[in-house]
């Protein structure tokens, strides 16, 4: 996702060290290599058994991948000797395999298992939460996290289903989907162009992963690695994402800090972490004579790009 933009982004150096935290199916790694000389270095992580098995297969002594949450970067560091870092490259969201593939539970488009897991040898699925969980602790993921206005009576939909089938509730997508589609066109307001289940199936995704949790831990660790000059950049999907990391990169980059009480600026003994470099968004990360993304996802992306003082 926003390859070039990305890639542009990190300011690599040849004989740097780089971290591709969320590796995928290798698209950023692989370009990262091309620009890395001899003696850099680039370690990928992610989650997802399937991508640790396409990273696994490559054959280039500057690079290694990790079966990791990109929340336990100061281990994996520590595991491959990387003291200081260069750059580190957080591509968040679920990947475009995850999404095709039905069996993986993310998406309703195709009916699947109700799974939903990153790594699915760990954790709970979406399903199994949706059994045990309480009727408001439903109503207040699929509310704060997918931003849905029905959440409570999405919720109470779920809990009826439950008393009705038991056991055998929720156990497809496409039963899921169905059930959160009735409620919304009940109340006769589905969004044009979107389907009525995006925001509940997105809300479940990020509580079943702990994804924005994961995000706040290797934001902080992320900064505390990188060498002076080195880059963070992430790229963003959701709202809750990108609010996140733009305060943190805000925050880094001294706009709380104690300001003197005369002029206002800054004291001059606390030192900002971070400099804010970019903000880019689709529009304006489409390569020239491109009228629109080549992937969808890219629609809704933000990237933005911080720099290590």
């Not at 070039?4 to 300011?11: F, G, K, Q, T, V």
């Not at 990020?206 to 963070?232: C, D, Y």
């Not at 925050?251 to 606390?270: F, N, Y």
Request: charged share 30%.
């Amino acid at each position: 996702m926003l390859l070039d933009e990305a890639i542009d982004a990190l300011a690599i150096r040849p004989d740097g060290r780089y971290v591709d935290g969320t590796f995928g199916r290798g698209g950023h790694s692989r370009a990262i290599l091309a620009r890395l000389g001899p003696t850099g270095r680039l370690l990928a992580i992610d989650r997802d058994p399937q991508a640790i098995a396409v990273g696994s297969a490559w054959r280039d002594p500057r690079f290694a991948i990790e079966h990791a949450r990109f929340s336990e970067l100061d281990a994996v560091l520590d595991a491959h000797g990387f003291d200081r870092i260069d750059g580190v490259l957080l591509d968040l969201g679920v990947s475009s395999p995850q999404l095709d593939d039905p069996a993986r539970g993310f998406s309703f488009r195709e009916d699947g298992p109700l799974d939903m897991r990153m790594d699915p040898t760990h954790g709970f699925s979406a399903r199994e939460w949706l059994l045990r969980a309480t009727e408001d602790d439903i109503a207040k993921v699929v509310k704060d996290y997918g931003e849905e206005r029905f959440a409570v009576q999405i919720a109470k939909a779920i809990v009826a289903r439950r008393g009705q089938a038991g056991e055998q509730a929720l156990r497809t997508t496409g039963e899921l989907a169905a059930l959160v589609a009735a409620v919304v066109r009940r109340r006769g307001r589905a969004e044009p162009g979107k389907d009525p289940a995006t925001r509940t199936f997105q809300a479940l995704r990020i509580h079943v992963n702990q994804e924005l949790e994961e995000l706040a831990v290797v934001l902080g660790k992320a900064v505390a690695r990188l060498a002076p000059g080195g880059r963070l950049v992430v790229i963003s999907f959701h709202s809750l994402e990108d609010r996140m990391v733009k305060q943190f990169i805000a925050h880094e980059a001294g706009r709380d800090a104690a300001r003197d009480p005369v002029t206002g600026a800054p004291r001059h003994d606390v030192v900002p972490r971070l400099r804010a470099i970019a903000r880019v968004l689709p529009g304006a990360a489409r390569p020239k004579g491109r009228t629109r993304p080549a992937n969808p996802r890219e629609r809704s992306a933000v990237m933005r790009v911080a720099e290590r003082t």
